[in-house]
Protein backbone atom coordinates (compact mmCIF):
# COMPACT_ATOMS: atom_id res chain seq x y z
CA UNK A 1 0.00 0.00 0.00
CA UNK A 2 1.72 2.97 -1.02
CA UNK A 3 2.06 6.22 1.38
CA UNK A 4 2.77 9.92 1.02
CA UNK A 5 6.14 10.83 -0.77
CA UNK A 6 7.07 7.61 -2.42
CA UNK A 7 6.99 5.80 1.55
CA UNK A 8 5.35 2.27 1.81
CA UNK A 9 2.57 2.57 3.83
CA UNK A 10 2.27 -0.95 4.25
CA UNK A 11 3.24 -4.31 2.28
CA UNK A 12 3.59 -8.61 2.73
CA UNK A 13 5.99 -10.50 1.16
CA UNK A 14 4.72 -14.14 2.25
CA UNK A 15 6.30 -18.02 2.15
CA UNK A 16 3.80 -20.86 2.44
CA UNK A 17 2.30 -19.88 5.98
CA UNK A 18 4.77 -17.46 6.85
CA UNK A 19 4.10 -13.69 6.27
CA UNK A 20 6.98 -10.10 6.34
CA UNK A 21 5.39 -7.25 6.81
CA UNK A 22 7.26 -4.12 5.37
CA UNK A 23 6.69 -0.21 5.49
CA UNK A 24 8.90 2.73 5.44
CA UNK A 25 9.76 4.24 9.14
CA UNK A 26 7.04 5.97 10.39
CA UNK A 27 6.55 9.27 12.44
CA UNK A 28 9.05 9.67 14.96
CA UNK A 29 11.29 6.45 13.69
CA UNK A 30 14.46 7.31 11.16
CA UNK A 31 15.77 4.68 8.13
CA UNK A 32 19.17 3.59 9.08
CA UNK A 33 20.85 5.56 6.70
CA UNK A 34 19.79 8.23 9.17
CA UNK A 35 20.40 6.85 12.32
CA UNK A 36 24.24 5.69 11.52
CA UNK A 37 23.74 1.97 10.39
CA UNK A 38 21.61 -0.81 10.20
CA UNK A 39 19.50 -3.42 12.46
CA UNK A 40 19.09 -5.96 10.13
CA UNK A 41 19.90 -8.03 6.74
CA UNK A 42 17.77 -9.44 4.55
CA UNK A 43 18.65 -12.35 2.32
CA UNK A 44 16.99 -13.29 -0.66
CA UNK A 45 17.83 -16.72 -2.40
CA UNK A 46 18.63 -16.11 -6.35
CA UNK A 47 19.20 -18.79 -8.71
CA UNK A 48 22.01 -16.52 -10.60
CA UNK A 49 24.07 -14.23 -8.49
CA UNK A 50 26.32 -13.42 -11.17
CA UNK A 51 24.02 -11.67 -13.04
CA UNK A 52 21.87 -10.27 -10.18
CA UNK A 53 25.51 -8.75 -8.79
CA UNK A 54 25.75 -7.10 -12.07
CA UNK A 55 22.13 -5.84 -12.65
CA UNK A 56 22.99 -4.19 -9.05
CA UNK A 57 26.42 -2.75 -9.88
CA UNK A 58 24.79 -1.40 -13.05
CA UNK A 59 22.18 0.45 -11.55
CA UNK A 60 24.11 1.99 -9.02
CA UNK A 61 23.66 0.06 -5.63
CA UNK A 62 26.31 0.54 -2.86
CA UNK A 63 27.95 -2.86 -2.76
CA UNK A 64 28.58 -3.51 0.83
CA UNK A 65 30.45 -7.35 0.52
CA UNK A 66 31.59 -8.32 -3.09
CA UNK A 67 30.43 -11.06 -5.04
CA UNK A 68 32.50 -14.05 -3.54
CA UNK A 69 32.04 -17.74 -2.96
CA UNK A 70 31.30 -18.74 0.83
CA UNK A 71 32.80 -21.54 2.49
CA UNK A 72 29.74 -23.50 2.93
CA UNK A 73 29.13 -23.87 -0.75
CA UNK A 74 27.02 -21.03 -1.46
CA UNK A 75 27.86 -17.41 -3.99
CA UNK A 76 26.61 -14.28 -2.99
CA UNK A 77 26.65 -10.48 -2.21
CA UNK A 78 25.74 -7.72 -0.05
CA UNK A 79 24.21 -4.60 -0.94
CA UNK A 80 22.37 -1.45 0.75
CA UNK A 81 19.61 0.18 -0.81
CA UNK A 82 19.09 4.47 -0.56
CA UNK A 83 17.47 4.23 2.76
CA UNK A 84 20.33 2.21 4.19
CA UNK A 85 18.77 -1.18 4.62
CA UNK A 86 21.16 -3.88 4.07
CA UNK A 87 20.38 -7.27 1.97
CA UNK A 88 22.04 -9.87 0.67
CA UNK A 89 21.57 -11.90 -2.34
CA UNK A 90 22.79 -15.42 -3.53
CA UNK A 91 22.21 -18.96 -3.96
CA UNK A 92 22.30 -20.41 -0.91
CA UNK A 93 20.01 -23.20 0.07
CA UNK A 94 18.81 -22.99 3.49
CA UNK A 95 19.43 -26.40 5.93
CA UNK A 96 22.34 -27.61 2.82
CA UNK A 97 25.28 -26.62 5.09
CA UNK A 98 23.46 -28.54 8.39
CA UNK A 99 22.65 -31.69 5.86
CA UNK A 100 25.93 -31.88 4.65
CA UNK A 101 27.58 -31.22 8.13
CA UNK A 102 25.14 -33.69 9.20
CA UNK A 103 26.53 -36.31 6.72
CA UNK A 104 29.89 -35.77 7.81
CA UNK A 105 29.24 -36.69 11.28
CA UNK A 106 27.74 -39.70 10.44
CA UNK A 107 31.01 -40.96 8.82
CA UNK A 108 32.64 -40.10 11.34
Known sequence: MPGPDGTVR??????????????????????????????????????????????AVASGATITQPLRDEEYGARGYGVTNLKGHHWCFGNYQPGACWQSSAGDAEEA
Open 10 to 55: HSELSLGTGVVMVSSPGRGRQPPSKAGGYAATLSVYVPDPDQRFAQ
